[in-house]
């Protein structure tokens, strides 16, 4: 068994897009996209440098974009399960059908604009503690009034707060963890930091229908697999505001028995974190398209396609 996953903000970088725009119609599908949401992803994808898409209401259309082209590219493809980790369960939509490209993509434009308004009222961040005992590095978040806003599992917790408590705790790492990595996000995701941006985006799902998803869809608010596009959208909404446990996705992911994990452009976080996570579990990360011919022969192997 195959599950598809999608990266969440932070995995982009500087002309990630480019490669994928020399496919067969990609540019062309691109601009359209670009022009349904006033945001110009293909010279984002190309052109701009590391700050400009770190920009929140930038980065999450494009990586939106970028796993939607990256998946199509594959092929008719029929792996058991998707998820997405933070805005990628937005991708993980489109691909269990839950959402179609123009709608998702709306989606989550308004998702990133309100994010980005929601991260301006106070100056925020994110950081990455790698290695210690999850019980410690939480009872220490808690001391220095971080939130664990992404439980990743494989010894991976990141912290969210005030630039001020990001540097307590730069300054004072929990015991055991071996280093804190600041993340390049713009703010504090999945925290109280981002509860104006609830509203916001339940305004904009309010306006689009959902469809159940055909293939199983596992959530990242608590692992559970769900089967109505209604609740996809309502935990696509509640989402910003609340943590992401992907730990618990991969607790799931070995109760569906996979066998294989292929994560879309901009591929190498959720794999990396699945090759400590999922011993045994093949993994391929969709960089650029030259790892299409691996991808395909991996999901011939453990989905059909």
Known sequence: MLVLVAPGQGAQTPGFLTPWLELPG????????????????????????????????????????????SAAALGDINPGAVAGHSVGEITAAVFAGVLDDTAALGLVRQRG???????AVTETGMAALLGGAPETSLAH?????????????????????????????????PEGV?????????????????APAVETLATAAAALSPADPKIPYVSNKDGETVASGAEVLERLVGQVANPVRWDLCMETFKELGVTALVEVCPGGTLTGLAKRALP??????????????????????????
């Open 26 to 69: 990609a540019a062309d599908r691109v601009a359209a996209w670009s022009d349904a949401i006033g945001l110009d992803l293909l010279r984002y994808g190309t052109q701009a440098d590391a700050d400009a898409i770190r920009d929140t209401a930038v980065a999450q259309p494009l990586l939106v974009a970028a796993g939607i082209l």
């Open 113 to 119: 604009l309100a994010m980005a308004d929601a991260a």
């Open 141 to 173: 978040l808690e001391k220095l009034g971080l939130t664990p806003a992404n439980i990743n599992g494989a010894g991976q917790i990141v912290a969210a707060g005030t630039l001020e408590q990001l540097a307590a705790l730069a300054e004072d790492k």
């Open 178 to 194: 071996r280093k804190v990595v600041p993340l390049k996000v713009a703010g504090a995701f999945h925290t109280r930091h981002m």
């Open 280 to 305: 045994g579990v093949a993994t391929l990360a969709l960089k650029t398209p030259d790892d299409l011919d691996a991808a395909r022969a991996l999901l011939a192997e453990h989905a059909g396609a």
